[in-house]
T-cell receptor, first 110, second 115 residues
Framework: GEDVEQSLFLSVREGDSSVINCTYT??????LYWYKQEPGAGLQLLTY?????DMKQDQRLTVLLNKKDKHLSLRIADTQTGDSAIYFC??????????FGPGTRLSVLP | DSGVTQTPKHLITATGQRVTLRCSPR?????VYWYQQSLDQGLQFLIQ???????AKGNILERFSAQQFPDLHSELNLSSLELGDSALYFC??????????????FGEGSRLTVL
């Protein structure tokens, strides 16, 4: 079946940039997502990118997509302690069969 | 607030018991998904319903069952509970079909503790 992989942990210092990486296997993916889960809460959509785009920027968030290598990344500029959370990469083909990665736990150190 | 409502938020029960988790999707959403999140296994897809019918099945145990009712709310039934069933159970909804962005909207989850 389709698979999404992420590194499990990332630690950065407050004010630095964070880069969370994700790889996926489904070549028919149409949308790729980044969700954020804060402690004790549900998953919240941060941003998504359509598969025919290379980059999407939204304030401090930059998403890069390399469709050839099936690699997605999320860059958070000027990382703050409030960004500490688990970040999930997910993909779908036209809103069907969502596949989530295992999540990357981001720790922001003061 | 995602618009997805899950009840109960917390549930403590004993092994061998049966519980029912309830989910009300966002207004207008036809698809409901159930996920299990445990510490060691991440987010596991259990089952999806679309407009009352089962659409996709994931790693759902035979002791678990679900349904979506005509008013589109969904229930996840967990029976013969084991210690390993302790987890956070999420419901998510989406408009369904071949939607523009296919975004899933998640509820806050039901935390089940089996003692």
């Amino acid at each position: 079946g389709e698979d999404v992989e992420q590194s499990l942990f990332l630690s950065v210092r407050e004010g630095d940039s964070s880069v969370i990486n994700c790889t996926y296997t489904d070549s028919s993916s149409t949308y790729l997502y980044w969700y954020k889960q804060e402690p004790g809460a549900g998953l919240q959509l941060l941003t998504y990118i359509f598969s025919n785009m290379d980059m999407k920027q939204d304030q401090r968030l930059t998403v890069l997509l390399n469709k050839k290598d099936k690699h997605l990344s999320l860059r958070i500029a000027d990382t703050q302690t409030g960004d500490s959370a688990i970040y999930f990469c997910a993909e779908t083909a036209y809103g069907q069969n969502f596949v989530f990665g295992p999540g990357t736990r981001l720790s922001v150190l003061p | 607030d995602s618009g997805v409502t899950q009840t109960p938020k917390h549930l403590i029960t004993a092994t061998g018991q049966r519980v029912t988790l309830r989910c009300s999707p966002r207004s207008g959403d036809l698809s409901v998904y159930w996920y299990q999140q445990s510490l060691d296994q991440g987010l596991q897809f259990l089952i999806q319903y679309y407009n009352g019918e089962e659409r996709a099945k994931g790693n759902i145990l035979e002791r678990f069952s679900a349904q979506q009712f005509p008013d589109l709310h969904s229930e996840l039934n967990l029976s013969s509970l084991e210690l390993g069933d302790s987890a956070l159970y999420f419901c998510a909804s989406s408009p369904g079909g071949r939607s523009r962005s296919g975004e899933l909207f998640f509820g806050e989850g039901s935390r089940l503790t089996v003692l």
